[in-house]
């Protein structure tokens, strides 16, 4: 019933933020105040918010900035997902001051796709803003068990279908982490990256009704491999390939 439950989250998660692309349809991580002296920026677009990814690729405005200085903020990757959504992965081009805050600004970007994040408690939009911190982990991310498919999820509704093949892993690390994730059509050759937040011991891949990073095709023989990476841009070799089927 847990897994069901937290399946329906990234369901409707996916859903509810593309329902909301006429206005806004950019997300920001870390979500987190506090980030390495040395992070990992990455901003996700989802429907029309893929315009804002491909205009980011392409500024030289992307910046972490303060009272006194700006840190330019380089592409280190853009990603495409599958089905309505794109990400892209900044670093900063030098390291951060421990103890600042920082503000990340945008470049220029019209006004409802601005840098901004909703701030619920004050119900407006405000700044992104961080503070450098050093790295709570003093050690690289391991994963202590190969990912194992574990589970199919298919829902259709008026909005479309929704499918993810859930992979159960354990990972010890105490810093919260996320995985480049890297699938493999092994019917057609054809390869798709995304950078994904796991949730404790479970892994989704795939795509929600209104998008994801993943789609499968009928019967489709796949490979998953992982590349962890936790909050401060530690990277472990990626885990050895893992075979699935399509859930269709």
């Avoid at 029309?48 to 972490?64: H, Q, R, T």
């Avoid at 503000?103 to 019209?110: A, D, Q, R, S, W």
């Avoid at 354990?170 to 493999?184: H, I, R, T």
């Amino acid at each position: 019933m847990k897994l069901f439950l937290t399946i329906i989250f990234h369901i409707l998660f996916y859903g509810q933020v593309i329902a909301q692309c006429n206005w806004y349809g950019v997300e920001v991580y870390p979500e987190e105040r506090n980030i390495s002296c040395n992070p990992i920026i990455i901003i996700e677009g989802f429907a029309s918010g893929i315009d804002v990814i491909f205009a980011l690729e392409n500024s030289d405005s992307l910046y972490l900035k303060n009272d006194t200085s700006q840190i330019k903020l380089k592409v280190k990757e853009v990603c495409i997902g599958q089905f309505m959504v794109a990400q892209i992965v900044l670093i900063p081009e030098r390291t951060l001051t421990l103890g600042l805050e920082y503000t990340l600004i945008g470049g220029k970007l019209p006004y409802r796709e601005r840098l901004h994040r909703w701030n619920s408690l004050e119900k407006k939009s405000e700044p992104i803003k961080y503070i450098a911190q050093n790295s709570p982990s003093t050690s690289l991310p391991e994963i202590a068990s190969r990912p194992v498919k574990i589970e199919n999820y298919i829902s259709r509704t008026s909005c479309g279908v929704s499918e993810f093949v859930t992979f159960d892993y354990q990972f010890n690390d105490n810093s919260k982490c996320l995985f480049k994730a890297n699938v493999k059509n092994l019917q057609t050759g054809r390869t798709a990256s995304y950078y994904i937040w796991p949730d404790k011991t479970k892994l989704f891949i795939g795509h929600g009704a209104c998008g994801g990073p993943f789609d499968f095709e009928k019967n489709g023989l796949y490979e998953l491999q992982l590349v962890p990476i936790d909050a401060y841009g530690n990277l472990l070799t990626p885990t050895d390939p893992v075979k699935f089927r399509s859930p269709k």
